[in-house]
C-alpha cells in the first residue's frame, strides 16, 4: 500500500472512531472563502457571481502603494457589495526573516504600516491579516494581534510534492485545521483551492457536508481567477470549480462568512 493510502486509512480510521458528538450550535456551518494579492479587476468581475449566491468573501491585498485611482474604486466596488478589504502585507516579504533581522519595529516598518497607510488613506481599515506565503510564527502572530488584526490566516495544503514527486494529498475533509470551531481562535488556517491544489468537486462536496455536520466553518482560499488552466507565470482557480463550490453552499444551506467575522461569533 501507498504511504498515500495509508495516510488516508489512518485519517479514516479517526473519524471513525472518535468522538462524534452533535454540534452545539448546527446553525453555524458556514465556509469562509478568501483571495490573495492583487488581482482587483479579475476580482470585481466575480461580484455577479457572488451576487448569485449571496456570498460575501474577503480580499488580501498587498503592494498597496502600487494601487492606482482605478484600483482604489474597484476595491470601494467589493467593499460596497458587503465583502471584506484584508491585508497581505506591504512588499509580501518573509515575515520570520525580517523580523529576526530587523527586529519587531523594524519588521513592522517594512511590511505592515506603509501598507497600512496606503489603504487607510484611501479609506480602508483591514482588520483581518493573511501572512504571505504562510510564513509567521508566535511572534510574528503576537505583534499582528498587538497591532490591532482581529484574525490571522495562514495556509494549508491538501497535497504537497518534494523534487517533483508527490508525497501526499489527503481529502479536505481529513485536514481538521481548515474548520473553524467558533472557539473565537484568532490564528486560522485555510485550504488553498488554486489549480496546483488538484482538488476534485467531490472532494470539496464532502468538506462542505463536514462543516454541515459538525457545525463548523469551512476555510478556502484561492488567487487569480481563472477561466482556463493557468500558463507558466499564472496561479490562480478555476472560476467554474469555485462557481461549484458557491452552489453546494447554498444547496446545503451553508453562511459565508468573512474573516473577521469568525471570531467575533459569540455565544
Given at each position: ?57 474577503t480580499f488580501f491585498i498587498n503592494c498597496p502603494d502600487s494601487l492606482s485611482a ?117 490564528v486560522v488556517d485555510a485550504l488553498l483551492i488554486d489549480y496546483s491544489a488538484n ?27 481563472l477561466s482556463a488552466p493557468p500558463t507558466a507565470t499564472q496561479y490562480g482557480f ?30
Amino acid at each position: 500500500m501507498s504511504f498515500h493510502k495509508l495516510l488516508v486509512f489512518f485519517l479514516l480510521l479517526i473519524s471513525l472512531f472518535g468522538c462524534d458528538t452533535p454540534p452545539k450550535h448546527p446553525e453555524r456551518a458556514g465556509v469562509a472563502l478568501s483571495f490573495d494579492d492583487h488581482f482587483l479587476k479579475e476580482w470585481a468581475a466575480l461580484i455577479p457571481l457572488f451576487r448569485k449566491y449571496n456570498a460575501q468573501v474577503t480580499f488580501f491585498i498587498n503592494c498597496p502603494d502600487s494601487l492606482s485611482a482605478e484600483d482604489i474604486s474597484l476595491l470601494r466596488q467589493l467593499q460596497n457589495e458587503g465583502h471584506e478589504i484584508g491585508y497581505h502585507g506591504t512588499i509580501h516579504g518573509v515575515s520570520t526573516q525580517m523580523i529576526q533581522d530587523l527586529g519587531v519595529e523594524g519588521y513592522l516598518n517594512t511590511e505592515i504600516r506603509p501598507g497600512l497607510s496606503y489603504l487607510n488613506k484611501a479609506g480602508f481599515y483591514p482588520t483581518s491579516y493573511a501572512h504571505p506565503g504562510g510564513n509567521h510564527n508566535t511572534r510574528v502572530d503576537s505583534v499582528l494581534l498587538t497591532s490591532g488584526f482581529q484574525i490571522l490566516r495562514d495556509v494549508a495544503l491538501a497535497e504537497r510534492h518534494y523534487k517533483g514527486f508527490k508525497l501526499y494529498h489527503i481529502p479536505p475533509r481529513y485536514l481538521p485545521q481548515i474548520y473553524y470551531d467558533f472557539d473565537q481562535e484568532r490564528v486560522v488556517d485555510a485550504l488553498l483551492i488554486d489549480y496546483s491544489a488538484n482538488l476534485s468537486q467531490e472532494e470539496m462536496k464532502d468538506a462542505l457536508v463536514k462543516a454541515k455536520e459538525k457545525g463548523k466553518a469551512v476555510l478556502l482560499f484561492g488567487h487569480e481567477p481563472l477561466s482556463a488552466p493557468p500558463t507558466a507565470t499564472q496561479y490562480g482557480f478555476d472560476i467554474s470549480f469555485m462557481e461549484k463550490i458557491l452552489a453546494t453552499a447554498q444547496e446545503l444551506n451553508l453562511k459565508f462568512y468573512r474573516m473577521s467575522d469568525l471570531p467575533n461569533v459569540k455565544d
